[in-house]
């Protein structure tokens, strides 16, 4: 069974600051699918950054993107320029080679301060 | 494009009732997924299913739990004779039958069940 860890329960930046989130995971499969879901107080699970394991190239979405080491199993994400509307829940979720269900981290509570 | 619909948003049973949550898949979306997330915790992943099929359910409790398809209207998550532990926030996530095998999951608002 995969196993994703989480190991930032919380974190808190200024705003333009950098932060990078941290993500490990555990599988056996070679082709697999990592995400990265922001959770705002709404409750609502946006889709924030998505990368292919058998793609090389870290992927990047606007002011994120993600450091993929397949060999370290890490992956994590990078917030540039942060606002104060990226204050969320972020979590990392792992998706094996099939339409599976997602294996979802503990989660890191992310605050951007004025 | 409507986005995945669930209704109620908020849900509120007495123990030993039966709960049934519902989710709307975007268009076009044959895959259904359901979560469950626990105060302070992340998703976890209850059942995968296609229309009229329940593909994966590993992760549903083996008892008072069930989940349907059907092939017209909208996927059921039943729960009977509900619990205080069952109280939480019940997502549901669709996917289209093949985007090019990355099989992205989309998710709706949750319902929030409370168990009195």
């Known amino acids: 069974a995969q196993t994703v860890t989480q190991s930032q329960p919380e974190m808190s930046v200024q705003e333009a600051e950098t932060v990078t989130l941290s993500c490990t995971y555990d599988?056996?499969?070679?082709?697999?699918?990592l995400f990265w879901y922001k959770q705002p107080p709404s409750r609502q699970m946006i889709l924030v950054i998505r990368q292919e394991a058998y793609k090389q190239q870290n992927a990047t979405e606007n002011r994120f993107s993600v450091n993929f080491q397949k060999a370290a199993k890490s992956f994590s994400l990078k917030i540039s320029d942060s606002q104060l509307g990226d204050t969320a829940m972020y979590f990392c979720a792992f998706r094996g080679g099939g339409a599976d269900g997602l294996t979802f981290g503990k989660g890191t509570h992310l605050i951007i301060q004025p | 494009n409507a986005g995945v619909m669930q209704n109620p948003r908020h849900l509120v049973r007495r123990r030993g009732q039966e709960a049934r949550l519902r989710c709307s898949p975007m268009k076009g979306h044959s895959h259904v997924y359901w979560y469950r997330q626990l105060p302070e915790e992340g998703l976890k992943f209850m059942v995968y299913?296609?229309?009229?099929?329940?593909?994966?359910e590993s992760g549903m409790p083996k008892e008072r739990f069930s989940a349907e398809f059907p092939k017209e209207g909208p996927s059921i998550l039943r729960i009977q004779q509900v619990v205080r532990g069952d109280s939480a926030a019940y997502f549901c996530?669709?996917?289209?039958?093949?985007?090019?095998?990355?099989?992205?999951?989309?998710f709706g608002p949750g319902t929030r069940l409370t168990v009195t």
């Open positions: 599988t056996s499969e070679s082709n697999y699918y």
């Open positions: 996530a669709s996917s289209p039958p093949d985007s090019g095998s990355s099989y992205e999951q989309y």
């Open positions: 299913l296609q229309k009229e099929n329940i593909i994966d």
